[in-house]
């Protein structure tokens, strides 16, 4: 019988800032895949261990093995690909995510191939085409593979190298839903519960960011947004209340982009309900600018819980090296007109910028701890591959560890002192705490 494992290769940490979410990029191809008739079975790593994952695998013998990989997964990812290669020497294994679309070539020793970019059409036609002509993993020449988006190979004889590409939103209509049918639904609604209070899912509604933040990389969807018909995502969002969740993490990287979809979503949400009962909540990510009071009070009405907002600095200088594209006077009137509607708000900062001051991160914290804020995190200068950032420090150093989650770790030498920093961080961080224990919540 021809298989595909789709593998998510996170496993929890137990982090304080940890988040967990079904993974979305696995369940879409999980979708499309069996769209196509293709038995395929998602290995979500989040609740499991690298042994029992392996148990798994070995049980369900795949032929064709895909790993979603980024940045922080690295070493893990690796550590199944060797795993596969001992256990199933038969399995093709494919590595497909941001990490390997900028890098394909640092994952040749370890896959049979890589699929970059938007991959949700080319991998399912692959797989489906390589159990119908009989392919194997060391005879993929009868393939098509010239027309297989995104596909890289280097090995077994095959050089192919085609361009990613980025789907219209008439494309978009013709994909499958999201699959979530392997996951652990209850052991998330547990997590989050427990942390907040709420059973939290994830979904993305659109694609795509059309900004251009010096360290932020964008190498799957790119600056082309692309949304998702209303008609879709309200039923994705039936299937997610029928696992039993309540409430809406919105992945997108701006929601609040388009003030017309943003109303049209706003006016469908309102009164819907969770399996509960009450009220669908949602929480999102938000651009500092573009909003007015009157559509901020709309967001509230349809269930918007909590949005975050990238306020990254309060020095005008530090946000103009990081080619924000706002003003810090933006983001404090952003922070307080979610507020008075009645929205919780959080804040992302970044600190120890390449090139600011120690008297630009100070007046950063002291803005987290002035501003009317539910939520507040400090992050380190990440430069992620793909990034501007990346780019102008020339990489990062090789021998430090990128898996971290939310760690006051320099990846590239840097001028400002992480002890200091992160007693500075420790410092703001409890001032925040015994303030919202003095403060009356929403």
Known sequence: MSRVALVFPYFRTRSVTEMLFPPLGVAALAGQLRALDVETRVFDGTFSTLEQLSDDLNAYSPDIVGVSSMVSLTGNTLRIAEMVKTDLPDSLIVAGGPLPTVFPARYRSHFDAVFRGEADVSFPRFCRDYFGRGASRLALGGLPLDSYDGLFITDHGLRVDNPTVHHLESELETFALPDR???DHAAYQREWQEKSGVKATSIMTSLGCPFSCD?????????????????????EIDQIVADGYDSLWIADDIFTLSLPYLEEFCRRMTGRQSATGRQMTWSCLSRATGLDIATVRRMKAAGCRRVYLGLESASQATLDLMKKGVTVEQG???AHLYRDAGVEVAAFFIVGYPGETVASI???????????????????PMPLPGSGLFERLNGRDEEKDWSGENEVTFVYPSEFDEDWLRARIDETMNAFARRARATPAL
Do not use: K, M, Q, Y
Not at 215 to 232: E, K, Q, T
């Open 215 to 235: 360290f932020c990389s964008r190498p799957i969807f790119g600056a082309a947004v692309r949304r998702r018909s209303l008609d879709a995502v309200f039923a």
């Open 362 to 380: 100070e007046e950063t914290f002291a803005l987290a701890l002035a501003l009317p804020l539910d939520e507040i995190s400090f992050n380190v």
């Open 181 to 183: 049918s392997d996951f």
């Open 332 to 334: 404090v009137r952003a």
